[in-house]
């Protein structure tokens, strides 16, 4: 089939950056967000030196109109992937500089216009998101298809930044509806309607799994605010749980301008804001409803992160927070609930469905959620308890002298071991003290020894495997058990 180019082109500066060809033909789309609210010459203008090494085939300006940067033909620079951009046709989009890098409506409605365009010339019927990156890395689209890919599965970047990444269910059905298709793609709200409550849980937690994974919000969080919101409140959120989880039937408030989902439904509400000075503005923001589960988490965990108040970020320190109560402490301190029980109504769903179980880091390791009250780590046959709430666990270590509260992952939280100011030398006698990776014997040795000497250590911690706790080696080489170290400065 021959290769065309898209009629919405209004500027076109060829690039020198691509490879010549493509070796395989367009089923998939990649769009990008260009980190800047840039004209569609400017995005051009990126790519004309050939010591940029890096193109695109098309650019949106923030103005909505599009250049062309590589033909379609040819197979651009663009996505740290060769395999996909030989497929892919790339579109860098006008954004925001900072995440979610957003876009505004202009670039997102041209957005929707090229895909179809796209779609349209290469014979496809459907845009498809399948959300999950092996997924669709392994899917073999069939030939009216066309399949969504992201930067960020290919390299160490948020590209296309989360305002655009929780949008990318609601791009491809949009899009499979102007192609007079059906969008089949995620898991429909209203097939959940008849679980019970933990049936639906069980169902929808791989994918807040899945979604959280990629923002790094704790699923058990936001998974517990969708449950907590799905019995009351007129709140989007509490639209979206209630559409998940089925609880309640009705709700009073907001409505949707349609009662059956037609792709674009969006209300438009005001929200006072504070500034940094204390003052308030009024904030304009538009409401979407989604048709399927995945669209609704992305959408939420994109809002969580990318919020802001003034210049700061309106919930700073949730990305990547690792204990929910700290993370619900956050959500409340920002301002998302004002119910004085907020924290401990929110804790305690996570508790009762044990939504800790779908957390997920780094695509491995699972946070149980369970505070334990052991002699040492290790001693597991020394446990006298486990408890979700940190209180109990430490009235447990207080009745029982000589224990400890260990977190999920192991690490000693409570008592806490008196805490030097650092830095101050230390001498070690012994030929083999294991250097290990962090304060605890849970982590991993380096495989190297401080030998005998004299160290700076330079943090403490408390920590599984030694009394006098942990020390942080002033090299960076790890840390060691300060219960083999001897004070001498
Ligand atoms: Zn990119």
């Keep these: 089939m021959g290769y065309t180019n898209s009629p919405l082109v209004v500027y076109t500066k060829l690039s020198p950056n691509h490879s010549g060809q493509r070796t395989h033909s367009i089923d998939r789309i990649t769009p990008h967000c260009v980190v800047g609210q840039l004209s569609a010459e400017s995005i051009c203008g990126c790519f004309t030196s050939p010591t940029r090494q890096a193109s695109c085939n098309y650019g949106i300006g923030t103005d909505g109109r599009v250049s062309l940067c590589v033909e379609e033909k040819n197979r651009s620079w663009c996505s740290s992937s060769n395999a996909n951009d030989q497929r892919a046709v790339t579109i860098e989009c006008a954004s925001d500089k900072t995440e979610p890098y957003a876009m505004n409506s202009a ?10 365009d796209i779609c349209k ?28 890919t992201v930067h960020r599965w290919f390299a160490n970047k948020s590209c296309p930044g989360n305002w655009l990444y929780a949008r990318m269910g609601e791009l491809a059905a949009t899009v499979t509806a102007a192609l007079g298709g059906v969008s089949v793609s995620g898991l429909q709200a209203t097939s959940l309607k008849n679980l019970s409550e933990a049936e639906a849980v069980a169902k929808v937690g791989p994918l807040f799994t899945e979604n959280q994974k990629e923002s790094g919000i704790l699923a058990c969080v936001s998974m517990a605010q969708f449950i907590l919101e799905s019995g009351y409140g007129t709140s989007e959120l509490a639209q979206n749980a209630n559409n998940c989880f089925g609880m309640k039937t009705s709700l009073s408030g907001n409505t949707w301008p349609n009662s059956a989902w037609d792709g674009k439904s969006v209300y438009t509400k005001k929200t006072q804001e504070q500034n940094d000075d204390g003052s308030m503005v009024t904030i304009t923001a538009d409401f979407r409803k989604y048709a399927c589960v995945e669209d609704s988490i992305a959408d939420h965990a994109a809002y969580l992160l990318g919020a802001m108040n003034g210049s700061k970020k309106r919930y700073e320190g949730l990305a990547g927070c690792m204990d929910y109560k700290k993370a619900v402490q956050i959500i409340k301190d920002g301002g998302y609930a004002t119910s004085h029980t907020y924290v401990q109504n929110l804790c305690s769903i996570i508790e009762r469905w044990n939504l800790a179980q ?6 491995s390791t699972t946070i149980s959620g369970w505070y334990r009250v052991r002699k040492s780590w290790q001693n597991a046959a020394s446990q006298k308890g486990a408890f979700h709430d940190l ?28 805490t030097s100011s650092v830095p101050y030398a230390v001498r070690v006698s012994i030929n083999d003290l294991n250097i290990r990776k962090g304060p605890g014997t849970n982590y991993a040795k380096t495989g190297q020894y401080t030998g005998k000497g004299v160290f700076t250590i330079v943090a403490e911690s408390a920590g599984a495997g030694s009394k006098k706790g942990w020390g942080k080696l002033k090299s960076g080489a790890g840390w060691v058990s300060l219960d083999f170290c001897t004070r001498v400065g």
């Design 107 to 116: 670039v997102y409605a041209t957005l929707i216009k090229l895909c179809t």
């Design 121 to 148: 010339r290469n014979g496809k019927k459907k845009l498809l998101w399948l959300g999950d990156k092996e997924k669709t890395l392994n899917y073999s689209p069939a030939a009216d298809e066309m399949v969504l």
């Design 358 to 363: 779908y957390n997920v880091v780094s695509g």
């Design 391 to 418: 209180t109990y666990a430490k009235q447990c270590a207080d009745a029982n002298p000589g224990y400890v509260v260990f977190d999920p992952a192991g690490k000693a939280v409570y008592p806490v071991t008196q």
